[in-house]
Each structure stands twice: as structure tokens, then as C-alpha cells.
């Protein structure tokens, strides 16, 4: 398996991303909600185990 790089960050539609993984709650079809406090939850998870593997299926 060939590791890469994926930029998580907030954002609430798909016009705030380029393929990244965007976190928040899908609260609405095309909506996500409450992105920035999910985003800063990640970065203390990340940041608490330097190293992480997500797997996406």
C-alpha cells in the first residue's frame, strides 16, 4: 500500500473543497455543519498521535 498526502479541512459545500476530506455534521444534503470546531477536534487527535492511517472505502 502507497501512503499520500490528504488535506483535511472545514468547509460546508462542495465549492469549499478539491477533493479533500471536508468534517462537519451532514445535516442537509449538501450542507455540512459546524466544520471548524470538527476540524480543531482532528488536529488535536492528529497532533496527540503524530501518526495516523484513514482508510477510505
Do not use: P
Amino acid at each position: 500500500m502507497s501512503a499520500c498526502l490528504i488535506r483535511i479541512h472545514g468547509g460546508n459545500t462542495a465549492k469549499d473543497t478539491q477533493g479533500c476530506i471536508l468534517v462537519g455534521i451532514n445535516d442537509k444534503a449538501v450542507w455540512l455543519s459546524n466544520s471548524t470546531q470538527y476540524e480543531e477536534r482532528i488536529v488535536v487527535l492528529i497532533g496527540q498521535y503524530r501518526k495516523c492511517w484513514i482508510s477510505i472505502a
